[in-house]
């Protein structure tokens, strides 16, 4: 299984990125697809999740402001990220799991400017 994580860049605070997470491989269905950040000497920290019922959960730190969706036939998920804070600058990376693994995508950089 092969995630490919794409739509990071440089943005103003106040501004909005789409990211989006292909996923190619022997799986075509997932327990769960997340987005994890990881900012410069941080651990990684969970951002939000969709379950396979369509379920949201979202970190704290981003309620209000980002939306994890999912496109099932073309094995994509997204994070779309609305009103961005400088503190949202971080290496954002897609993970889908299974029962018995999961998987990560190789990251993509979010940097918000003040």
């Known amino acids: 299984v092969q995630l490919q994580a794409s739509g990071g860049g440089l943005v103003e605070a106040g501004g909005f990125l789409r990211l989006s997470c292909v996923t190619s491989?022997?799986?075509?269905?997932?327990?769960?697809r997340s987005w994890y950040r990881q900012a410069s000497g941080k651990q990684r920290e969970l951002v939000a999740t969709i379950i396979s019922n369509g379920i949201t959960n979202y970190a704290d730190f981003v309620k209000g402001r980002f939306t994890i969706s999912r496109d099932i036939r073309k094995k994509t998920h997204y994070l779309q990220m609305n009103s961005l804070k400088p503190e949202d600058t971080a290496v954002y990376y897609c993970n889908a799991k299974i029962s018995t693994a999961e998987f990560w995508g190789q990251g993509t950089l979010v940097t918000v400017s003040s």
């Open positions: 491989g022997k799986y075509s269905s997932f327990s769960s």
